[in-house]
């Protein structure tokens, strides 16, 4: 049997594999009617558009397996060149069909298929008639089979050839509807609802969360299309997924179905939680790649590396050491995608500047003039239904902008213009746990706009906020004022008001000791925004937050928590009364360990940053055990050649201050070694 290839493929592309010259033709043929079998059961499920082409094609496949189930038996060696090839087209044009079909019976896709109705009726004429041309080649007179089943595939044959595939009059009416609705949006007019009816109930959109689908879907294919170069999709899709978002919020009451909501850009996805940076590294420049490409030998590496190692004239991989055929490369989208992904869920920049600018703008601005409208007039629905909506429209409004918010930068700042933040701060207070978890979770979201953290401020919100962090009714609204707080905390005159408030440090510090890994990783990284203001360092040191972080670097496995409380500790090492706070919970061993043995670049370099400012702050009493310690020396010399340029500089610091004191130490007592002249004692 032939397996089938590419099952994460995207939505109209047909990457079907040519069967194996030598494969025997028994094998192609059980195969071939496997397909055929895989084809016509798509004749049961739901096909909400290009229907009639897609049972056609369905029928006539059938027929075909017919014919195919009929010769399985009969089947001869030393069959005639021209069925092999018959053969060998056919499968290639039936995996073709199959993945055109479950394109068609897709339950996430129905109106971006619908929009390609066209495009769709082609493939299927392309196919059919493919099939046709594949068996022209089939020998009927020499095949042994009953005569009505070849004058079947006869009459497949000439009406595949003749057959038009046009697309269904209706699909073509109700795609001019969703371009009426678009034209009205572009114009600043509201839609007919009548109109938008008619495209869900054409397309079997009855409900909230197969909108929600849709959405989902288009957002996926978005992303996508914004890393090919010429992005031709951007503007339709963008257009599409704002006519489903505005119908998503107006013409549905109730949430249904959703098991809950879309993970927070804050959360972490299953397979990136399984993976650290290390992951993807160039082979060759030992970086972060940012347009990563695929070689002959299936090796992945940074187009700048390997177009640089191929004009040196190495044709060969240089991680296998395979000498390659040829020197083409292929874009690894999927794997661009999750680093993108990974470095977007733990808060890291990802690429140079000007790369971050042209990715960002991508949602700064809609990608439509349609998509445009369509989201400023949504945003003042949501904003007078969350203002004097029932209390169910109230709640599936917070919902909505939750949705919304986290979206683009542009959909914050629609919603933030729009006024639903005040709306969203009096929600906080709410004893309806859900409605106070979608409230700080779009407060979250609007936190990353400029305009949105104005907002905030402006209304009181840091109080409020500090409140749900202390006493929120589920541990999701906790971790997610944490992550507001961090937001907040980039601008210096909110972070002055976030420290001041006497529960802020205390109740970041409570969820670093109580709360979920996320929770923790919010917490941790808001205390981290606030250290930026030096008053702040006091309160975190007087709060106990410097032996809770030991904890984690003990404790936990997690990287990420890992380098994030080392980042906290290496800010507040730089002033005497951190490294003071730090030495007493003598844990020097844990960081030289940590430093010895983490995969994370960033960790070691937090680790060495630590050191130093330890040594620096600490006393002699400090630099006197690291001196001691075999394997340290050893990781700082591989800090200048493997670690980023900061870490190398600052392992380069560290390594004359122990030279300098092993130095003094051989040639006799002195009064001081280091500039400072204030001793603790730590281990």
């Not at 409208?373 to 409004?397: D, H, P, Y």
């Not at 917070?398 to 933030?416: D, G, M, P």
């Not at 400029?450 to 609204?477: F, M, T, Y």
Request: proline share 4%; with cysteine.
């Amino acid at each position: 049997m032939i397996q089938r290839l590419n099952s994460g493929r995207r939505i109209l592309t047909y990457p079907a594999v040519h069967p194996c010259e030598a494969i025997a033709p028994r094998t192609l043929l059980v195969s071939l009617i496997a397909l055929t079998h895989n084809i016509c059961a798509f004749k049961s499920k739901f096909i909400a558009s290009n229907k009639r082409n897609a049972l056609e094609a369905i029928r006539q496949i059938g027929v075909v397996r017919v014919f195919l189930e009929e010769i399985r038996d009969w089947l001869p060696s030393g069959l005639p060149d021209s069925t092999v090839l018959s053969f060998s087209e056919l499968h290639l044009s039936f995996q073709k069909l199959q993945y055109l079909l479950e394109d068609c019976t897709r339950d996430d896709a129905r109106v971006w298929m619908l929009m390609n109705s066209e495009r769709v009726a082609d493939q299927f004429r392309v196919l059919i008639r493919a099939m046709a041309t594949a068996l022209d080649f089939l020998p009927l007179d020499l095949v042994h089979v009953a005569v009505e089943v070849k004058e079947q595939v006869e009459l497949v044959t000439r009406q595949a050839r003749r057959a038009r595939f046009d697309v269904d009059p209706e699909d073509k009416r109700v795609v001019e509807a969703v371009k009426k609705v678009l034209i009205r949006f572009e114009k600043r007019v509201d839609p007919d609802r009548s109109e938008l009816k008619r495209v869900l109930d054409h397309v079997g959109i009855r409900k909230w969360s197969r909108c929600e689908k849709e959405v989902r879907f288009l957002e996926s294919e978005i992303g996508f299309e914004n890393l090919r170069e010429e992005k031709r999709e951007v503007s339709l899709l963008s257009s599409v997924i704002g006519l489903l978002c505005y119908s998503r919020c107006v013409m549905f009451d109730t949430v249904d179905g959703l098991p809950g909501p879309r993970p927070e850009s804050n959360s972490r996805s299953e397979v990136v939680s399984c993976l650290n940076s290390e992951d993807f590294r160039c082979p060759i420049s030992l970086e972060i790649m940012t347009e990563p490409v695929t070689i002959a030998t299936g090796q992945s590496y940074d187009r700048g590396s390997i177009m640089k190692w191929f004009r040196g004239g190495k044709a060969v991989c240089p991680k296998t050491g395979e000498k390659l055929k040829s020197m083409e490369v292929v874009p690894n989208l999927a794997l661009k995608r999750l680093i993108q992904q990974y470095y977007t869920e733990n808060g890291i920049p990802f690429g140079d500047s000007g790369r971050r600018s042209r990715d960002s703008g991508r949602t700064i601005v809609a990608g439509s003039l349609a998509a445009e409208e369509a989201m400023k007039m949504l945003s003042k629905f949501l904003s007078a239904s969350i203002a004097v909506g029932t209390v169910e429209e109230r709640k599936k409004a917070a919902y909505e902008i939750r949705l919304l918010s986290k979206t683009s930068i542009f959909n914050r700042s629609c919603l933030v213009e729009a006024g639903v933040v005040p709306h969203l701060l009096k929600m906080l207070a709410s004893a309806d746990s859900e409605r106070q978890e979608n409230a700080v979770a779009g407060l979250l979201n609007l936190s990353k706009h400029s305009k949105g953290k104005a907002a905030i401020v402006e209304n009181g919100g840091v109080d409020l906020v500090v409140d749900v962090l202390k006493e929120g009714l589920k541990v999701e609204a906790c971790q997610h004022s944490a992550g507001t707080l961090f937001y907040l905390a980039s601008v210096e005159e909110y972070r002055i008001l976030i420290g001041g408030n006497p529960r802020a440090i205390p109740a970041l510090r409570e969820l670093i000791k109580n709360g979920s890994d996320r929770g923790k990783k919010n917490a941790l990284v808001a205390i981290f925004g606030l250290l930026t203001h030096p008053a702040n360092h006091r309160r975190v040191i007087a709060a106990g937050v410097v032996p809770l972080l030991f904890e984690i670097l003990t404790s936990f496995d997690s990287e990420a928590l890992v380098t994030d409380s080392l980042a906290i500790l290496a800010t507040l090492a730089e002033k005497t009364e951190g490294a003071v706070a730090i030495s007493h919970c003598r844990a020097l061993d844990s960081i030289v360990g940590i430093l010895n043995s983490s995969t994370s670049r960033a960790a070691k370099e937090f680790c060495v940053s630590l050191l130093l400012s330890l040594s620096t702050n600490g006393g002699h009493n400090v630099v006197a055990l690291l001196v001691k310690s075999p394997s340290l020396m050893g990781s700082l010399y591989s800090q200048l050649s493997e670690g980023t340029s900061r870490a190398s500089k600052r392992a380069s610091a560290l390594i004359k201050v122990l030279h300098e004191f092993h130095e003094t130490r051989s040639s006799g007592p002195v009064n001081r070694v280091l500039p400072q002249e204030r001793f603790v004692h730590v281990r």
